[in-house]
């Protein structure tokens, strides 16, 4: 990969009550790392334990700047069987952005062709602009229905490292290899995550970094390799 990945914006802090470093933490490890960006992501209501709600009400109080590193506020929202997401949407309207997955501890799995409508409802939400962790086979996905949808939508599907790290998840390698050929047929941009919960996590992108440049992956399509197509594609204000 030619391009550096900039922005690490699918990271977790102690405020999701299972991970273990905070904002400040975080942001250091950003700049030791080498970033410019770090986005805040804790887990909305409905992954246990999770982050109070007053939690996503008081993020402006957190500095737009931490140790020189850019700071943005941002939640991983859960799709529901009914397709709609967890996080009350008068505290999404605060956010600069929603990361959307499906988590087993508020979703019971169906089929492809349900689990596809349902997180595609999500994703039509104006703050919804990533879909974390779509390679989980737990949750099987009609991919190129997916893919299509997140044109539609503007929303960009992530490469999350850790599960390729730590591939425990069903079939985590080999959907990676069916939906980013795809994102790259019909043009749909990506971003690499590192699903940080612990401060050394953040902006590991590795083991993604490798896979990509492997498959040959357009970077013109990956999001976080530059901070304005970031600001750009969230529609971010300040």
Request: hydrophobic residues 35%.
């Amino acid at each position: 990969m030619n391009k550096k990945l900039v922005i690490d914006l699918h990271t977790h802090t102690i405020a999701s009550g299972h991970a273990y470093g905070t904002v400040e933490e975080n942001a250091l490890a950003a700049k030791e790392k080498g970033l410019v960006g770090l986005g805040i992501s804790d887990h909305a209501p409905g992954v246990d334990p999770c982050t109070d709600p007053l939690s996503f009400v008081t993020l402006c109080e957190v500095p737009r700047n931490i140790h020189g590193i850019n700071i943005y506020y941002g939640v991983e929202n859960n799709v529901t069987n009914e397709g709609t997401m967890t996080l009350d949407e008068s505290l999404l309207t605060k956010l600069d952005y929603c990361i959307v997955g499906i988590h087993g501890t508020c979703y019971q799995p169906k089929s492809a062709e349900e689990n596809t409508e349902n997180l595609l409802k999500c994703m039509a939400n104006p703050k919804t602009f990533f879909v974390s962790h779509p390679d989980d086979g737990y949750f099987p996905l009609d991919y190129e229905r997916l893919v299509l949808g997140a044109k539609e939508y503007g929303v960009a599907l992530e490469v999350n490292s850790s599960h390729i790290k730590n591939p425990w998840r069903m079939g985590t390698l080999e959907n990676i290899r069916i939906y980013v050929p795809l994102c790259m047929k019909y043009r749909v941009p990506i971003f690499v995550g590192s699903d940080a919960h612990e401060p050394s996590q953040v902006g590991e992108f590795s083991e993604a970094v490798a896979m990509l440049d492997e498959m040959g992956f357009d970077e013109d399509l990956i999001i976080n390799n530059d901070e304005e197509k970031f600001r750009s594609f969230i529609k971010f204000k300040g």
